[in-house]
């Protein structure tokens, strides 16, 4: 597969795009060829175990993750003591909502979640469940956010925490965090958010949004797999019972021997995000819009999943009616998108997330994510709208259901045996 | 940069160079597993063909890996899958066994005076709980290095219709290691342990046993293990497993630790674990009146890393838990250090060391106050 | 998942896309599946005097290995009789593309698509499908 040093070249002015091209950026993004420098002298200069208190190795791999620590910090503005770091968002998300929930027992036993939440933070949630705890699923309006008035009505007194991603994986809506917030910090109930898709693509301040607790992925921000963080609140302290036990590291809230060039090269990455993103967030969007542009101006019928204004730049979801995703993706095999999220995309359900918008099941079938990142070129956009549109045109011209609509034929009319 | 003589390859290991190289190559390889585009299925195949190398490792099948962030992580797993099962650990586990297992009121074990677990002990207790347990003891102990009689063990577990949990962490390039032969059910497995990256763990089944997931959310890993595989901490973990198949190292490192003991014969230190079957890089030191925490210090300023016990505690130096076990009194538990070697070190270190040692004990000759038996 | 070269030939290539006038009582029409399920076939087969598929057409709104499944039945019924043509089985479908076991669904339509063809043929024929033909 491609080489982060062929995307590379790809971007630097080719009139053909090196293919495959990559527009799955929300499944995962590449490390950046600057991460992946800063990582590899702390696989062998400083490989030392970081919890080694009693030789240079432990204290240069230790200073190295504390350096990481204050750059993820600082992104988000926290304090870098308020920084957990963890295998990665799942890890994070089921951290803040298992370990506060223990924590909270039998005193807050109520739940709030939204239902287009990363699978992690919904399985963790029915796991609550069936430890006795009571969820509440916040449904969401049809562009993809959530009602505040709802969110207001639904805190009890025995609210423990309200868990509301910042941007959705699968069609990129921002949440209005600093609402949500102001909600929750006024009832005086925890405000966790998953923040994976969203750190170093908005601007995010926990001071500001009132945020309590906020996971975050390395692979998400062109850093590496296998780490994430939590920022845990201190001021006002938010309590909450760790996952894994053992060597009490991450002040006991989470054990296991950090991975230095992971943290270090999570800690770049969002350096870096936090220098380029005013730029970059300009530089997607442009690429967005043309793409969006160039396919509606050429074909009919596809609707834009999710808000549109209130939406990260790299992302687009488009259903194109009467063509199914799954079969438009193999006739795109140059381009490598989704459709729905990369942890069901192997299964035949169409998405829960275009569900809970009310997009109709026949219409939610025909989605695709498009992700833009850091490595895509005009070149790439428009390499992938021609093949897009082409590819789109071809099944049409092969499905019966677009048949029917030239024909105008209702397709609702018809009896079909569900199976 | 430290110049120091890394002696402390319990704590972490040096990576070996294969692993390196596979983990720089998954590093630029873009693409989620779980994706089923063709940069997702690139990214599957380095975990595929890792798991099929650490699967081999033990031998056991490569569907019953389940790739985790470490070996702490692995432990925790395999204690949150007794099913409800009484819970048995010896007295000697790493701290990510032993604390879970306090947390779940898990009966404690005896350790003998040679670092080994008391198997009478053992058979008391399955008889105690008078239902299948579930147990958990490691394989050699990172601290002295003793190795632990899990076949033994394991048959009485198995007789009693219980299963038996084996964290193999510190095992793999030093011993061999094969699931069956071993009779352990569960098998935990850390890739930095044994010259792979920091990142990545394993729990290996003997075969499809119910694991009680921690991280909930996506399928990975059958279901047992929800987030997005660490490819490239993975795809170095199964280079490093494929490496510490053969072992090549165990026999130079047994010399070099051999010769280090050897050299210190006659001077006032005492090897803890001495007397058992230990792995061959570790030598677990007493020297005469020195607390752990001197020493150590001493021994960086002259230019060596090694440490006092283990390394995941949280800075202050706490007297060891392993020793305490063994039945030595406090002093000897602070006094512990450990020297543990790794394919880069040398004789002419390992003669370094000895001269330095035998240097801060002689300084103030000293008899061990508390080195024999309490009672 | 890795698809076989002969799903993926018959995806890039399909055979027989296109609609037969199904107002014509030699063609049969089968419309199996469901948008919401995520595919749809419509399968159509006519039938020459001799009883024999003369001719089969397919559209289909799903993934590639339904697509491909729909173009092989098209293939595979023509020249066949009737009878002949109810006997072609899903998992003689999804062993000649090696379909994967998460699409094997797919060729049970395709199969399902085949006999309702022949049905609307035979209904629009009073279920006496040979002798009508010789009118």
Known sequence: MSSLQDMKIATEGQNRPKTPIYLDYQATTPTDPRVVEAMLPYFTTYFGNPHSRNHAYGWDAEKAVEKARAQVASIIGADEKEIIFTSGATESNNLALKGVAHFHKGKKNHVITVVTEHKCVLDSCRHLELEGFEVTYLPVQKNGLIDLEQLKATIRPDTCIVSVMAVNNEIGVIQPLAEIGKICRAAKVYFHTDAAQAVGKIPLNVEEMNIDLMSISGHKIYGPKGLGALYVRRKPRVRLEALIHGGGQERGMRSGTLPTPLCVGLGEACAIAQREMGAEAERLKTLRDRMYNKIREQLPEVYLNGDLDSRIPGNLNLSFAYVEGEGLMMGVKDIAVSSGSACTSASLEPSYVLRALGVEEELAHTSLRIGLGRFTSEQDVDYAVEHIVQAVQRLRSMSPLWEMAQEGIDIKSIQWAEH | ?375 | MSYSEKLIEHYENPRNVGALDKSDTSVGTGLVGAPACGDVMKLQIKVGADGRIEDAKFKTFGCGSAIASSSLATEWVKGKTLDEAEQIKNTMIAQHLSLPPVKIHCSVLAEDAIKAAIRDYREKHGEKPAEQAAE
């Not at chain 2, 599957?44 to 569907?63: T, Y």
């Not at chain 2, 007297?319 to 040398?346: C, F, T």
């Open chain 2, 1 to 375: 940069m430290s110049n120091a003589i890394y002696m402390d390859a319990n704590a972490t290991t040096l990576p070996s160079a294969s692993a390196l190289a596979a983990m720089e190559v998954a590093l630029r390889t873009a693409g989620n597993p779980s994706s089923v585009h063709g940069f997702g299925r690139a990214t599957r195949a380095l975990v595929d063909r890792a798991r099929a190398q650490v699967a081999q490792l033990v031998a056991a099948k490569a569907e019953n890996v389940i790739f985790v962030s470490s070996g702490t992580e692995a432990n925790n797993l395999a204690l949150a899958s007794g099913g409800g099962r009484p819970l048995i650990v010896s007295g000697i586990e790493h701290d990510s066994v032993l604390k879970p297992a306090q947390l779940a009121g898990a009966r404690v074990l005896q350790v003998r005076r040679t670092g080994q677990v008391d198997l009478d002990d053992l058979a008391a207790a399955l008889r105690e709980t008078g239902r299948p347990a579930f147990v958990s003891i490691m394989l050699a102990n990172n601290e002295t290095g003793v190795i632990q009689p899990v076949r033994e063990a394991a048959d009485l577990v198995h007789e009693a219709g219980g299963l038996l949990h084996c964290d193999a962490s510190q095992a793999p390039g030093r011993i061999a290691l094969d699931l069956s032969a071993l009779g352990a059910d569960l098998l935990s497995l850390s890739a930095h342990k044994m010259g792979g990256a920091l990142g990545a763990g394993a729990l290996v089944l003997k075969r499809d046993i119910a694991v009680n997931p921690i991280l909930l959310g996506g399928g990975q890993e059958r279901f047992r293990r929800a987030g997005t595989e660490n490819v490239p901490a993975i795809a170095g973990f199964g280079a490093a497993a494929e490496e510490a198949r053969t072992a090549v190292h165990a026999t130079r490192l047994a010399a070099l630790r051999d010769r280090l003991e050897s050299k210190l014969a006659g001077v006032d230190i005492a090897i803890i674990g001495g007397e058992a079957p230990r792995l061959p890089n570790t030598s677990c030191i007493v020297v005469a009146g020195k607390s752990s925490e001197t020493l150590v210090m001493a021994l960086d300023l002259a230019g060596f890393a090694v440490s006092a016990g283990s390394a995941c505690s949280s800075g202050k130096v706490r007297p060891s838990h392993v020793a305490l076990a063994m039945g030595y009194g406090e002093e000897v538990a602070r006094s512990a250090i450990r020297i543990s070697l790794g394919w880069w070190n040398s004789e002419s270190e390992i003669d370094l060391l000895a001269t330095r040692l035998a240097d801060f004990a002689g300084r103030k000759v000293h008899t061990l106050p508390d080195m024999q038996p309490a009672a």
